[in-house]
């Protein structure tokens, strides 16, 4: 009986897109709404929980292969500049203890100065204008 179903199961998914990346962070915000909505006990992230239900296993469901690449390439080209941005933000913070980050009042490249120096002459290495500041 159980091999039976999963044989149906497995003909009825075959030519099928499936799960991805994008699929997995739908169902992760899904789970957020949910929980969003039991402890808030507003009815719109339930709504809105359901419509990313259903819209994730659309795309699990699909045999439009193309769209969904497609759909899953952009969503990877966001979450890379959200985890670089975010690492650049954390790898900042980190130097703060050490360094002063300026940005160059001509070109606004970035510049990393060590604290502690007092005044100091900063010439940017992009565009070799020289300012003052304190570090």
Same mark, same amino acid.
């Given at each position: 009986?159980? /091999?039976?179903? $999963?044989?149906?199961?497995?003909?009825?998914?075959?030519? %099928? !897109?499936?799960?991805?990346?994008? *699929?997995?962070?739908?169902?992760?915000?899904?789970?957020?709404?949910?929980?969003?909505?039991?402890?808030?006990?507003?009815?719109?992230?339930?709504?809105?929980?359901?419509?990313?239900?259903?819209?994730?296993?659309?795309?699990?469901?699909?045999? /439009?292969?193309? $769209?969904?690449?497609?759909?899953?390439?952009?969503?990877? %080209? !966001?979450?890379?500049?959200?985890? *670089?941005?975010?690492?650049?933000?954390?790898?900042?913070?980190?130097?703060?203890?050490?360094?002063?980050?300026?940005?160059?009042?001509?070109?606004?490249?970035?510049?990393?100065?060590?604290?502690?120096?007092?005044?100091?002459?900063?010439?940017?290495?992009?565009?070799?204008?020289?300012?003052?500041?304190?570090?």
């Amino acid at each position: 009986m159980m /091999n039976r179903w $999963k044989e149906k199961m497995m003909q009825f998914m075959a030519g %099928r !897109y499936g799960a991805d990346q994008f *699929n997995r962070f739908l169902m992760f915000v899904t789970m957020g709404c949910i929980i969003f909505a039991i402890f808030t006990r507003k009815n719109i992230f339930y709504y809105l929980a359901v419509l990313l239900l259903v819209y994730s296993y659309y795309r699990i469901l699909s045999k /439009n292969h193309g $769209k969904r690449y497609e759909e899953n390439q952009k969503y990877l %080209r !966001y979450e890379t500049i959200v985890r *670089n941005t975010w690492q650049a933000r954390k790898n900042n913070m980190a130097q703060r203890k050490t360094h002063h980050i300026y940005r160059c009042p001509k070109c606004r490249q970035k510049i990393r100065v060590p604290k502690g120096k007092g005044k100091i002459a900063i010439t940017c290495p992009n565009c070799h204008t020289e300012f003052i500041r304190k570090s």
